[in-house]
């Protein structure tokens, strides 16, 4: 159990011997004894604020005047009150019935401050902050109760993003017969009379931005979601905050056919996500002491957390009448160490070889070369990170394997279970068989011959889609019980991503290795009169994240290389210059953040809220 706990008060009578004790700053209200884990670790998941109370609430529903009158002289004796907001996380505490007042306005009124207080149910996301969804025959929304006035709706969220009020007045319609839902992130679009889903359900799971709200698209398991709704949803906003929307699914499929279409119906520009932001730990690092950062993570069909996708994030910009092209946004390179190539991500591995980012993994090809079109428009896959290696019709030459070892060596441990590695081209037997001796060193997948016939069944029969559907660390849920897709298929573009299918210029190997920005923006290219070695997308790049992989090393080889005699041994056949390989065990991998569902018994006179058990806890999602 975690979290420090202050001094207890208990009480008797009808609150069931409810004990008061404080936890990581925050007062938590329970039956006798210590309070459950799940409470505690939401209220490390909190944080006290100075501006602020916060009380957790899991016990005293049956009796709440007993409660508020047991729960104001513990606060006033603990914490100065006037002038600070106390937010009650209670389920049904802004509640109000025709002989009792809401548990918001009877503590508002002894306490003589501002109270805050849920309509219904009340989550606190895996960020930390506030959520109160409009669940079946339940309201939503929270209510700010003053002393001897009348309560204020203050929209879903606390603290409230600055797009909140933008897209709390989008109507709950939209065209296809589709569902507009309030989420944690932003907008969730359903096909209408899709099942209700408990506050375990990903929608939940992904915490606000501060800079920009989400759209998610569809929920496993139904129908797709058209790109007319879509648009309607977008087109309903303002301009200011349609502008920062990131289009995302839900659903496990490919997003980037529905942001190719909506951005042709509307003209603009629209921003298109890989997988979801997601709040993921790392079973190899320490437990964070900090809060944590959303990470872009893939998801699978159980909602678990797969891999982190290289291409984070696409903009699909408008062009003629009817159609759009794709440009890369923000990306990260796969392992440290790599220097940038003008192209946006593209990364020098020596002098013959680069790695390009893709949507669905790497490219890794001849300097000067671009990636085939239908690799750089394959879809993301949350089971596979795909390595592409070589072009159609064309051998690969010896000086191959030194880069590839290297690379392979320096991948993630979280990410070798799902790479597979792909051959363009038909390589002959010595090809293979080196190639899958290489594989099989670095605990790697090998693609057999005809993988790109497949592949292209695969996409056919998935319509050409494929997004993030699924559920990883839902909400901590501080006060709900819990309650009992793919989309629109469109033919790819021939046109591959402007800035990945261009030639990657490399640099001047004499010039001084360039520092890569870990994470980079394509709306900052360097122009290709640049300076040799210039780093692609230095001029104002995303937050940086250092990647945890290990740093591609200068070998042996690379130093042989700069001389004349260098040449690299066969396939298969270790050079004297190859790199030494030191195989990691694969570790497991990152985890959605732990979704706690504290479930608490609202009284019985609050509409819509059956009797649930006091606190019960949804484990680990992955």
């Not at 993301?380 to 000086?399: K, N, R, S």
Request: proline share 14%.
């Amino acid at each position: 159990m975690s979290g420090r706990f202050g001094r207890r008060s208990s009480a008797g009578g009808g609150t069931g011997h409810l004990e008061i004790s404080e936890a990581h700053g925050i007062h938590l209200v329970h039956t006798a004894g210590r309070p459950p884990e799940a409470l505690t670790e939401t209220a490390a998941r909190l944080r006290a604020s100075a501006e602020e109370i916060t009380v957790l609430v899991s016990a005293g529903f049956g009796d709440p005047e007993t409660l508020c009158a047991r729960l104001g002289p513990v606060l006033a004796r603990t914490s100065p009150v006037k002038g600070r907001l106390v937010r009650l996380v209670m389920s049904g505490a802004a509640a109000e019935t025709a002989d009792r007042p809401a548990p918001g306005r009877m503590l508002s009124d002894a306490l003589e401050t501002d109270v805050l207080a849920p309509l219904g149910a009340a989550l606190v996301t895996p960020a930390g902050t506030l959520f109160a969804p409009r669940l079946p025959g339940r309201p939503g929304g929270w209510r700010r109760f003053s002393p001897g006035r009348e309560p204020v709706s203050v929209g879903a969220r606390h603290p409230a993003p600055r797009w909140q009020q933008a897209v709390e007045r989008v109507v709950p319609t939209a065209a296809g017969g589709c569902a507009v839902e309030q989420v944690p992130a932003g907008l969730l679009i359903l096909p209408s009379g899709t099942p209700p889903e408990g506050v375990g359900a990903l929608r939940y799971a992904v915490p606000p931005q501060a800079e920009r709200p989400l759209l998610l698209v569809g929920a496993a398991h139904t129908r797709a979601v058209p790109p007319q709704a879509v648009a309607d949803v977008l087109a309903a906003l303002p301009a200011t905050v349609r502008e920062a929307v990131r289009l995302v699914s839900a659903d496990g499929s490919d997003p980037l056919p529905v942001g190719r279409q909506v951005a042709a119906l509307l003209g603009v520009p629209v921003e298109v996500g890989s997988g979801l932001p997601l709040l993921v730990s790392d079973p190899a690092r320490p437990v964070p002491t900090g809060p944590l950062t959303p990470r872009t993570v893939l998801t699978n069909a159980a909602g678990e957390p797969t891999w982190r996708p290289y291409v984070e994030e696409v903009v699909c910009e408008p062009e003629g009448d009817a159609g759009a092209t794709v440009r890369l946004g923000t990306w990260r390179p796969p392992v440290s160490g790599l220097r940038p190539a003008l192209e946006p991500g593209a990364m020098i591995l020596d002098r013959r070889w680069q790695v390009v980012v893709t949507r669905s993994g790497l490219w890794v090809g001849p300097n000067g070369s671009a990636p085939p079109a239908e690799t750089v428009l394959r879809p993301v896959a949350p089971d596979v990170m795909a390595v592409e290696i070589g072009l159609p019709d064309q051998a690969l030459p010896d000086t191959v394997w030194e880069p590839l070892e290297r690379l392979f060596s320096a991948l993630q441990d979280d990410v070798r279970d799902r790479t597979q590695i792909r051959l363009h081209g038909d390589p002959g037997d010595e090809v293979l068989n080196g190639m899958r001796r290489l594989a099989v060193r670095h605990g790697l997948a090998l693609a057999p011959r005809g993988w790109q016939d497949a592949e292209g069944q695969r996409l056919s029969g998935a319509g050409g889609a494929g997004v993030a559907s699924e559920q990883p660390a839902p909400a901590q849920v501080a006060s709900v019980p819990p309650e009992p897709e793919p989309l629109p298929s469109v033919p790819p573009s021939a046109e591959p991503l402007r800035s990945l299918a261009a030639p990657a210029v490399p640099p001047d190997p004499d010039s001084p290795d360039a520092e890569p920005a870990e994470h980079h923006s394509a709306d900052t290219v360097t122009p290709f009169d640049a300076p040799a070695g210039a780093a692609a997308g230095t001029g104002t790049p995303a937050a940086v994240e250092e990647p945890t992989g290990t740093t591609l090393p200068e070998t042996a080889g690379e130093r042989a290389e700069r001389s004349p005699k260098a040449a690299p041994g066969p396939p298969g056949r270790p050079a004297a210059e190859e790199a030494t390989v030191v195989r990691r065990l694969a570790t497991a991998p990152p985890r959605a953040t732990e979704a706690i569902a504290i479930t608490f018994t609202p009284p019985a006179t609050v509409p819509g809220a059956p009797a649930v058990p006091e606190a019960s806890t949804r484990g680990p999602v992955s």
